[in-house]
């Protein structure tokens, strides 16, 4: 059973950065792709960025492409979502999962595991 613990949330100006972590324990980390989602209230889950069992591949959503990243250190079992250029959009309530795959996973649907959210809010 694994469990995840985000953490790094919190408010900013739009334009700022912040970084959000994802602890996990409890189940081998390295074998499995992670992925970041985000809700607001009323809508559903959407995926925001996913990598790698190894870190080698990652994708993200055409709404956050080359302004977010994200990392992983299997050694620390700990996955990373830098965040720049934010926007008052990006603000919601910012999920990690592990997938029930290696390979990088966008669909929520594939995720079996999930932390319980770290709320980001990005002020215009």
């Known amino acids: 059973q694994v469990q995840l613990v985000e953490s790094g949330g919190g408010l900013v100006q739009a334009g700022g950065s912040l970084r959000l972590s994802c602890a996990a324990s409890?189940?081998?980390?390295?074998?499995?792709?992670m992925g970041w989602f985000r809700q607001t209230p009323g809508k559903e889950r959407e995926f925001v960025a996913t990598i790698s069992s190894s870190g080698g591949s990652t994708g993200y959503a055409d709404s956050v492409k080359g302004r977010f990243t994200i990392s992983r250190d299997n050694a620390k079992n700990t996955m990373y979502l830098q965040m720049n250029s934010l926007k008052p959009e990006d603000t919601a309530l910012y999920y990690c999962?592990?997938?029930?795959?290696?390979?990088?996973?966008?669909?929520?649907?594939?995720?079996?595991?999930w932390g319980q959210g770290t709320q980001v809010t990005v002020s215009s």
């Open positions: 999962g592990q997938s029930r795959w290696s390979t990088v996973t966008r669909g929520s649907g594939n995720y079996f595991a």
């Open positions: 409890g189940r081998t980390f390295s074998s499995y792709a």
